[in-house]
């Protein structure tokens, strides 16, 4: 069975830092994996993916994700936080062989950038 | 090129009663999914849909639940005999099929359901 973990609730940084918000996923195949963002009362929305090839993945908005196969992580990443990041995070997987079927997402990151 | 629909937006119910909440998808889509979101508990998969049929359904409360989506028209997720705790908001998204299917869902803003 497919699963995501979100270790963290809640990941509080200072504007202009760099921000981390982790992802740890499980799957019996290979993985696709993918973040979005929530905003209040809003659906969600794609910020980047991994299907294959460069650890790195580079998205919307300055984010930046990188895959590490051995410890089955997908962080998002960005160099410098803006008040605006302030929202919350998704991290989701979905078996490459499993093709069409549904994304498991994780219970979700709230980021919370001050200034 | 209009993005997911979802309507209504908001609805209120009370206890007993049905919520009927719709989504026509992203033009060109042919797969449909349904999630629900409650505070403290992300979102959490209800049902997979293709056109008239139901893929997977592994999700969803075997009572007073059921979706469709028809040859023609939205998707809909039908809630019967609603309860307080079906009050969540419940997120469509959709997907192409086949080859250019690379993954990502797109989701629409979401039908907030209240019960009284």
């Known amino acids: 069975a497919q699963s995501v973990a979100q270790p963290e609730d809640q990941v509080n940084v200072a504007e202009g830092n760099p921000l981390t918000v982790k992802c740890t996923y499980s799957?019996?195949?290979?993985?696709?994996l993918f973040w979005y963002v929530q905003y209040p009362n809003r659906g969600l929305q794609f910020l980047l993916k991994?299907?294959?090839?460069?650890?790195l993945v580079k998205g919307s908005y300055g984010f930046e994700a990188e895959f590490n196969k051995s410890q089955t992580s997908f962080h998002l990443k960005k160099p410098s936080a803006l008040v605006s990041d302030s929202a919350l995070y998704f991290c989701?997987?979905?078996?490459?062989?499993?093709?069409?079927?549904?994304?498991?997402f994780g219970k979700g990151t709230t980021l919370s950038v001050s200034s | 090129n209009a993005g997911v629909m979802q309507n209504p937006r908001h609805l209120v119910r009370r206890r007993g009663q049905e919520a009927r909440l719709r989504c026509s998808p992203m033009?060109?889509?042919?797969?449909v999914y349904w999630y629900r979101q409650l505070p403290e508990e992300g979102l959490k998969f209800m049902v997979y849909?293709?056109?008239?049929?139901?893929?997977?359904e592994s999700g969803m409360p075997k009572e007073r639940f059921s979706a469709e989506f028809p040859k023609e028209g939205p998707s809909i997720l039908r809630i019967q005999q609603v309860v307080r705790g079906d009050s969540a908001a419940y997120f469509c998204?959709?997907?192409?099929?086949?080859?250019?299917?690379?993954?990502?869902?797109?989701f629409g803003e979401g039908s907030r359901l209240t019960v009284l």
């Open positions: 998204a959709s997907s192409p099929g086949g080859q250019t299917n690379t993954g990502e869902l797109f």
């Open positions: 799957v019996s195949g290979n993985p696709y």
């Open positions: 991994y299907i294959t090839g460069d650890n």
């Open positions: 989701a997987v979905r078996d490459w062989g499993q093709a069409g079927t549904a994304l498991i």
């Open positions: 033009k060109g889509h042919s797969h």
């Open positions: 849909l293709q056109k008239e049929n139901i893929i997977d």
